[in-house]
């Protein structure tokens, strides 16, 4: 059997204004000297995670891991090393195994980069979001952006063939110029693979408050659409293909990690706050890192809660995760009714005509813009 691994790090030096990650800053934890105490001792934690996972699955092959956050950034090369080391030694690695770190600009140096290479990472995804500094501002986010080509570069030179920046579009007071700048910052960067999700204004963040105050503008969701369609033709003739909603990538680029979760292989998921899924069933674990650690060092499961998968939500699920892609769904795997439901958006070019034809049902680029609208009308 194949096993993807997920491994959280959730803290971070500051919280950005429009994030609700499951993720802590040193002021939330209340530690007075910051953290650069937490990476190895949170990494003992993974580890005995790690070991839990190998004596519920036992054998199991390993096509990817993905260190996610939060930060993971912040953890020293030798502590991220230690997590390959055991998942490597519990289980087996395939040849070709897909590690990422997700990487935030301001948390590394060359030296730190190389230093994570060595360890074991292969791939790079490092939080870009804008290149424009009002943009960052609103954002709240403290990188520079000039570290970001300076990172990227870097990452590059010390033998990172494979690495991604995440953008994020649709801030309040972003113009279409300013998105085309961050477009083309991104793909003047020596990268094979871009994340552009539309800003969620998530309630209770600082920028969700902002709003309701009226001190910043609300999203524009026209002006959101036209972003996508203006990084698409962008990406699109930069060699970026789309291979999911909101990922492009050069050949050969695309994250294996992200394709499992699409297609709902199996994967375990290390860390506070972190899910799960495992032929059917899905788990997630308690979120906060003290009761996280609580339950590992009495030799429990982190375990928070758990649901075994019903027929009709793999099928709903299916549907979700397919329309996302680009070979979208099977019209074989669909009923009559819902063939017929999806037939005037094949007529409003929502739908690829073409591979109607050939027998599947694929969203066009401005299908893409109302892609849950199309799933919701097909749901079960
Ligand atoms: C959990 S972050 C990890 C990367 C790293 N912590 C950083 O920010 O540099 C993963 C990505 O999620 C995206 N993200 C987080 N909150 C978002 C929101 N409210 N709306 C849209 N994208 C969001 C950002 O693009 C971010 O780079
Ligand atoms: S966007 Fe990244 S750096 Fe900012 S708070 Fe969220 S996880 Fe931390």
């Known amino acids: 059997m194949e096993l993807s691994f997920y491994v959280h790090i959730p803290y971070c030096v ?4 429009y994030c609700d990650f499951n993720t802590y800053t040193p002021a939330e934890l209340q530690i007075s000297d910051g953290l650069s105490q937490i990476s190895n001792s949170y990494i003992d934690l993974v580890v ?25 950034s912040l953890m020293e090369p030798t502590d991220i090393a230690h997590v390959i080391t055991e998942i ?33 990472i292969n791939r790079i995804s490092i939080g870009m979001q804008s290149a424009v500094p009002h943009v960052l501002k609103t ?73 309701k105050r009226g001190e910043i503008d609300n999203v524009d969701d026209d002006l959101t659409a036209e972003k996508y369609l203006l990084a698409d033709q962008a990406f699109t003739a930069a060699g970026f293909n789309w291979y999911e909603l909101s990922n492009w990538s050069k050949s050969g680029g695309q994250s294996n990690h992200n394709i499992a979760y699409w297609l709902n ?7 506070p706050g972190a899910h799960s899924h495992l032929n059917g069933l899905r788990w997630w674990n308690v979120k906060h890192p003290n009761l996280y650690k609580t339950k590992i ?21 299916r549907l979700m995760l397919s ?16 063939v017929k439901t999806l037939e005037p958006y094949l007529e409003s070019g929502a739908l690829d005509q073409h591979k109607w034809g050939a027998g599947s049902v694929s969203l066009s680029l401005t299908g893409r813009l109302i892609a849950d609208r199309i799933v919701r009308e097909i749901l079960l």
Not at 48 to 72: C, M, Y
Not at 172 to 183: H, K, N, R, T, V
Not at 297 to 316: A, H
Request: glycine residues 8%; contains cysteine; negative net charge.
């Open 297 to 317: 060092l009495g030799n429990e499961s982190p375990k928070l809660d758990q649901e075994i998968l019903e027929p009709m939500q793999i099928e709903s699920e």
């Open 323 to 338: 329309i996302r892609l680009p070979s979208g769904i099977s019209k074989d795997s669909l009923s009559i009714e819902q």
């Open 88 to 120: 490597k030694n519990s289980f087996k690695l395939s040849e070709d195994c897909e590690i990422t770190l997700e990487t935030n600009p301001d948390t590394v140096d060359k030296q730190k980069l190389a230093a994570f290479k060595n360890a074991g």
């Open 265 to 271: 292989k199996n994967w375990w998921g290390v860390g």
């Open 14 to 17: 500051k919280r950005c204004g």
């Open 139 to 211: 954002l709240d986010r403290t990188h520079n952006p000039q570290n970001l080509s300076q990172v990227t570069q870097w990452a590059s030179e010390v033998g990172f063939k494979d690495i991604s920046v995440d953008l994020i579009y649709g801030t309040p007071g972003e113009s279409l110029a300013d998105w085309q700048l961050s477009i083309d910052a991104a793909l003047a960067l020596p990268i094979n693979h871009i994340s552009a999700y539309a800003l969620i204004v998530e309630e209770g963040t600082k920028l969700a408050n902002a709003i």
């Open 48 to 72: 005995a995670e790690i070991q839990q996972a190998k004596l519920s699955v036992g054998e199991a092959t390993v096509p990817t891991i993905f260190f996610g956050g939060g930060t993971p």
